[in-house]
């Protein structure tokens, strides 16, 4: 692999299905995994969280 493209990619933001994921795979229980999901459907879940 290129290092510009290994630079590349890892300096591009972050999508939010991939922050969505992440938040997901951070769920203790099958009741979490879903209180989570339905946050992310109602828009409860701040996709506009930085990365800092």
Avoid: W
């Avoid at 290129?2 to 933001?13: C, G, I, S, V």
């Amino acid at each position: 692999m290129k290092f510009t493209t290994r630079l590349r990619e890892a300096l591009r933001p972050i999508r939010d299905s991939e922050r969505e994921a992440a938040y997901l795979n951070e769920a203790t229980s099958l009741v979490d995994l879903e209180s989570r999901q339905r946050e992310i459907d109602r828009g409860r879940y701040n996709r506009n969280r930085s990365a800092f």
